[in-house]
């Protein structure tokens, strides 16, 4: 990484509990690069400030995550057909001052969903409501899944969600698990699982689905990407299942996020340089 300079480009990400997945990735491929760039992560106390210093020093791009990404929409100019088709931010372009809204989740999980060759007959329990829900939601209903059940307790947020994409709406997990004992896939979009959870959070080693759906799914999703293997994914692998981790999602959404920022793909063999110095942490 070159000496921090005046010419320099700088890069961020705005969270509630910043991880340094997107600093070590994007880092690493500006070193390979030869990128005169830097990228740093942020928890930032007021949301309307942060973006109003990403327009006003010159900040070329920012990633947005949780809670963030529906919040955001209103401090942006343009809303890209990627985020506005979904109400959901995770990726901010500065051209000039004029800042641009993207969403590169949506991109990760359709690639998932298709390289990992799930079956679209598959039944689907998606737990949450935010704004990676929505990715997943849309991305569920456009690569051609039916059987969609929305499981989050704010019914307005999660009824309108399902509503959106013709799925159904369950308030708790056991209502939606009556009568047909799981699903054959299991996504979860909460923090539940999330490393570092902050005081009244959801607890890092708590299991987002009980294991009985564990045991009875063929494929379960868990969204949050740190740790790596958070205690839902060593449950299903524990179980033998078919498992799609977050650190895959962070992977493909922050690639997409260095081709927006810098103009630039990067080779296969960077961007598994790059992933392995992500994970090694």
Known sequence: M???NKDMTLCISLSARPSNNGTRFHNHLYEQLGLNWIYKAFAPTDLAQAIAGVRGLGIRGCAVSMPYKEDVIALVDVMDPSAKAIDSVNTIVNDGGRLTAYNTDYT???QLLRSNAVPTDYSVL???SGGMAKATVAALRDAGFKN???VARNEVSGRALADQYGFAWSAELGSALSGTGTADMLINVTPIGMAGSMAGGPDAEALSFPQEAIDAAKVV?????LPAE???IKAARAAGKTVITGAEVATIQALEQFVLYTGIRPTDQQIRSAEEF???Q
Do not use: K, S
């Open 2 to 4: 070159p000496i921090l």
């Open 108 to 110: 990760a999980i359709e």
């Open 126 to 128: 998606v737990l949450g």
């Open 148 to 150: 969609v059940t929305v």
């Open 221 to 225: 999703f868990d969204v949050v990407a």
């Open 230 to 232: 958070t205690p839902l």
């Open 278 to 280: 992500m994970r090694a």
